[in-house]
């Protein structure tokens, strides 16, 4: 067998925020490159790119995953969840909306994925304490911010999101 | 960061994947949740030329009772072993260990079966595993192998699975009334990896001694260590402050851990003792009579 053919690029299907996507990759595509360069979805951030920081943290199948430690063609068949995929229209996501409403970012650059595992949190437990939201973001660093606002943030998405 | 060129082939089952296996040798590895492999890979620490997918074979996750046993996929994520009612109900020292793997994210693609493959020194659930006595089955061409935890890790990163088996499922005896299981944890302050960490598996009869005690110490070796001292001191004795302080106080007895950047070899010895003791009152104040 030929380099070549044994290297051979994957054909996939994904869908990405309600999207279904159809591509050829290959097989070391990791799914956070797949969301931005093949599908201009930017939102997620590349960070540490060694499973740390959480910036790149979609959702997969409903569940938060840190996307630069997934292969696209681990995704396939999947749907995936982008921080794109949260506001509905000109209506921000009420964990959006609390990161806006508490400052719980200043530079930004965790934000998208701190904001995907508040949701994949909030959706799973819908009323947690300080104590559980701070494990849940247990791989989500910060390094500027701090976590205080960013907490704060989370619980004003949780009562906004349980009194809807 | 990326790793080098690879071949992918998503396998549909387990017979699949064994003959992908034979086929492609040394030069084929096998892919579950991906959470050791693929930063491995990113770094060229590993580059597989193929890599064989189970993620995409249907049957090998989920926890169900039988015969006595639970039985856990080997592709079952840690978020779930975490959250099973069967395993915090039968084994919360199980959960215990799931629920500090990593962080949320990891433990939502981690497996069971990836990690107890892996085999990584500073993974928490061969400790817990062991403490146990959980077995492994191994399936290949042949039929399949069911592999006791005390002889499956036998080095760093080395496990008694031969490269034609694939690991399908782990099954975990059900304690019976009367006993407790808990897992105790000194993470790396950066990592979250283990520095030290203890199981145990405590039965207690209503009189108060103990029945039976199997305790296993990471941290101190290429695997799991069992605390054989601790677990004789324990035995038949009824379980007192002064006899739990003083069985714990062997649990590194026999081991000769390494120095390393962050714990020198006397420190893991010594702070083994106090995570065995976490662990065996833990365990205890869980058991029911």
């Known amino acids: 067998m030929t380099a070549e053919a044994e290297y051979a690029a994957v054909p996939i299907s994904v869908t990405v925020n309600g999207v279904k996507h159809d591509a050829v990759v290959e097989p070391r595509t990791l799914l956070v490159f797949f969301l931005r360069d093949s599908l201009g979805l930017t939102g997620t951030h590349v960070g540490c790119d060694t499973s740390q920081c959480g910036a790149c943290t979609v959702h997969l199948n409903g569940r938060a995953v840190k996307s630069c430690t997934v292969l696209a063609v681990q995704a396939n068949g999947a749907q995936v969840r982008t921080i794109e995929g949260l506001a509905n229209g000109d209506h921000f996501h009420p964990v959006q909306q609390g990161f806006h409403e508490k400052h719980g970012l200043q530079c930004g650059y965790c934000t998208p994925g701190m904001i995907m595992t508040a949701v994949h949190l909030l959706e799973s437990q819908p009323n947690p304490s300080d104590d559980e939201i701070k494990h849940a973001l247990e791989g989500n660093l910060c390094r500027c911010t701090g976590y205080v606002n960013i907490v704060e943030s989370i619980k004003w998405a949780s009562e906004k999101m349980r009194k809807s | ?289």
């Open chain 2, 1 to 289: 960061m990326f790793p080098a060129s690879f071949g992918y082939i998503a396998a549909r089952s387990v017979e699949e994947a064994l003959q992908l296996v034979a086929k492609h040798g040394e030069e084929g590895k096998l892919l579950a949740g991906g959470h050791s492999l693929i930063p491995a890979m990113k770094l060229r620490l590993a580059s597989p030329r193929m890599l064989i997918d189970l993620g995409t074979v249907r049957g090998l996750s989920g926890i169900r009772v039988d015969d006595g046993h639970l039985i856990i996929g080997a592709l079952t994520v840690h978020a779930d072993v975490a959250a099973s009612d069967l395993v915090r109900k039968h084994m919360p020292g199980l959960a215990d260990a799931a629920s500090v793997i990593g962080d949320m994210q990891v433990r939502n693609r981690g497996t069971i079966g990836g990690s107890v493959a892996h085999a990584d020194p500073a993974a928490d659930l061969p400790v817990i595993l062991t403490a146990l006595n959980a077995s492994f089955v191994a399936q290949s061409s042949n039929g399949r192998r069911v592999l006791g935890a005390d002889n499956f890790f036998t080095d760093f990163f080395t496990t008694a699975m031969t490269a034609n088996e694939i690991l399908t499922e782990i099954r975990v005896p059900i304690p019976a009334n009367g006993t407790g299981t808990a897992y105790a944890k000194l993470p790396h302050p950066a990592s979250g990896y283990v520095v030290v960490s203890a199981g145990a598996l405590i039965s207690r009869q209503a009189s108060g001694t103990c029945a039976a005690a199997r305790i296993a110490i990471g941290g101190l070796g290429s695997g799991p260590v069992r605390a054989s001292a601790t677990e004789i001191e324990l035995q038949g004795k009824p379980l007192t402050p002064q006899l739990i302080a003083a069985a714990a106080a062997k649990a590194a007895d026999g081991s000769d851990p390494d120095d390393d950047a962050y714990a020198s070899a006397d420190y893991k010895r010594h702070v083994a003792t106090i995570y065995a003791r976490k662990a065996i009152e833990a365990a205890i104040g869980r058991a029911r009579n």
